[in-house]
């Protein structure tokens, strides 16, 4: 079975918002006019966030309805490394998006997602997030630029070493497509 066109939109979709994101995450830390301007960073990259979450989810309930498996056409042994990668991208995703959440609690802050305001019931501890939750959330990060960095590799891989379709039938526009 091969990705939806929806489905394949929304993978190019979250692959440039989680570039997007970490590259404004990296920025808050670590650039001089970001960090003295980091309540508008705040929530840009919590609102980011939360749509890259919703997009995740709304992906993956399409994969799951559909009874889509990565690995399509692939040997037993890529099928499963394909699988493993997806299920280590969606959960690290979903795992990056509860810190996230937590921390914005934990600065008191609630959740902004456009003009909607949803206070969350955590006591406010900032001292907590610069301490220890901030670097999880780094630590997460990170982790998912590794995994992103393997699965485009393995694209890339497929596509230049292997001369298979992988990358051909990710594209958001191909010619399976009906109009």
């Known amino acids: 079975m091969h990705t939806s066109r929806v489905g394949r939109i ?3 979709f979250i692959a440039l918002l989680v570039l997007f994101q970490g590259l404004l995450g990296y920025s ?3 650039v001089g006019w970001f960090r003295e301007h980091l309540t508008t960073e705040i929530l840009i990259h919590q609102q980011m966030g939360l749509l ?3 997009l995740s989810l709304w992906m993956l309930s399409i994969r799951l309805f559909k009874k889509a498996r ?3 056409g692939l040997n037993a ?3 499963r490394l394909a699988e493993a990668v997806h299920v280590l991208l969606y959960g690290l995703i979903f795992i990056q998006s509860a ?3 937590w921390m914005m609690g934990l600065l008191g802050k609630g959740l902004w997602f456009f003009a909607w305001h949803v206070a969350l019931p955590i006591h406010p501890n900032p001292v907590l997030v610069f301490r220890e939750v901030l670097p999880i959330h780094a630590a997460i990060a990170e982790s998912l630029a590794g995994i992103i960095m393997l699965h485009t590799v ?3 891989y497929h596509h230049f070493v292997l001369h ?3 990358l051909r039938r990710m594209s958001p526009v191909n010619s399976s497509d009906k109009f």
Do not use: K, P, Q, R
């Open 154 to 156: 393995a694209a890339l």
């Open 99 to 101: 810190v996230g959440i």
């Open 164 to 166: 298979d379709d992988v």
């Open 52 to 54: 890259i979450f919703g």
């Open 10 to 12: 929304l993978h190019w």
């Open 77 to 79: 042994l890529n099928a």
């Open 70 to 72: 990565s690995g399509n």
């Open 28 to 30: 808050m830390l670590h």
